[in-house]
């Protein structure tokens, strides 16, 4: 569902006509898949499933991207993510899984709620990016050297004003 929000957000702001109905019914959906601890689920079929760090950070990257700062679910995935934000070393279990894809939206959470966190999750996945790249410069881990070089570069990017398509509407 974060990916597809995240893909009809974009073509929005592109200019293609994104029906409002559907918009409106995929965040109703990723705001009733947030949990008590503040994660985000994978369906809401499976009411005992947990959230993922992968999961939370996608939703709420997606939910920052609208403008929703305020709600309680992204109050509380922004908590769940700092309770997991990187250390510079060796990543948490929780953050191991899925690590670039989850990075990515993560930090992406990160850079638009920076308002809130000074910028203090940037430096320490920066810092556990770095100390995992490959002696050719290329990042490796759960898939091809080329995902995980190409996720490992967009998040290094963000804090220099990287990736302009991400950007709330003004």
Known sequence: TTAELLALWAAQKAGATVERDVVTHGFTYLRKSATTEGSFRYSLSVKTSEGTF?????????????????????????????????????????????????????????????????????????????????????????????YCTAFATLILQMPGGGLQGFKRNS
């Open 54 to 146: 992968a999961l939370t950070g996608g939703s709420v990257a997606a939910l920052l991207l609208t403008r929703d700062t305020g709600s309680a679910e992204v109050r509380g995935g922004l908590a769940y993510l700092m309770k997991h934000k990187p250390t510079g070393g060796v990543p948490t279990e929780q953050r191991a899984l899925y690590y670039f894809y989850a990075n990515f939206h993560a930090a992406l959470a990160m850079r638009l709620a920076e308002e809130r966190f000074g910028g203090e999750w940037q430096p320490l996945i920066g810092a556990e990016l770095r100390a995992a790249q490959q002696a050719d410069g290329s990042w490796a881990r759960e898939y091809d050297p080329a």
